[in-house]
């Protein structure tokens, strides 16, 4: 089992900037993939970004260029740096993690994210 908790969202101007921060319970530094989805309301839940265990990435098209991801394994946290937000990037954002080994995913609890002026 892997807690994960949220942090960093709220409301900011377009253009701004944000960083969120998902913690988990336990290392994450062999074993998990770890990515940062979002659900807008009345939209489906999508892929934001995604680091390996490996460390390699990918991002959706919408986000490529504005978001970074990463990790830092001794603190078993990842990251999501945001920056030119856009209104269309409002949305709740959830940490994912994927355990390679289990198959087994867990979500953590979601952070609000608005962009608006």
Same mark, same amino acid.
């Given at each position: 089992?892997?807690?994960?908790?949220?942090?960093?969202?709220?409301?900011v101007q377009p253009g701004g900037?944000?960083?969120?921060s998902c913690a988990a319970s336990?290392?994450?530094?062999?074993?998990?993939?770890?990515?940062?989805?979002?659900? =807008?309301?009345g939209n489906q839940r999508d892929?934001? *970004?995604?680091? /390996? !265990?490996?460390?390699?990435?990918?991002?959706?098209?919408?986000?490529?260029?504005?978001?970074?991801?990463?990790?830092?394994?001794?603190?078993?946290?990842?990251?999501?740096?945001?920056?030119?937000?856009?209104?269309?990037?409002? =949305?709740?954002?959830?940490?994912?993690?994927?355990? *390679?080994?289990? /198959? !087994?995913?867990?979500?953590?609890?979601?952070?609000?994210?608005?962009?608006?002026?």
């Amino acid at each position: 089992q892997v807690q994960l908790v949220e942090s960093g969202g709220g409301l900011v101007q377009p253009g701004g900037s944000l960083r969120l921060s998902c913690a988990a319970s336990r290392s994450i530094s062999s074993i998990y993939f770890m990515g940062w989805y979002r659900q =807008a309301p009345g939209n489906q839940r999508d892929l934001v *970004a995604r680091i /390996m !265990s490996g460390g390699s990435t990918n991002y959706a098209d919408s986000v490529k260029g504005r978001f970074t991801i990463s990790r830092d394994n001794a603190k078993n946290t990842v990251y999501l740096q945001m920056n030119s937000l856009k209104p269309e990037d409002t =949305a709740v954002y959830y940490c994912n993690a994927h355990n *390679a080994q289990t /198959m !087994s995913t867990y979500w953590g609890q979601g952070t609000q994210v608005t962009v608006s002026s």
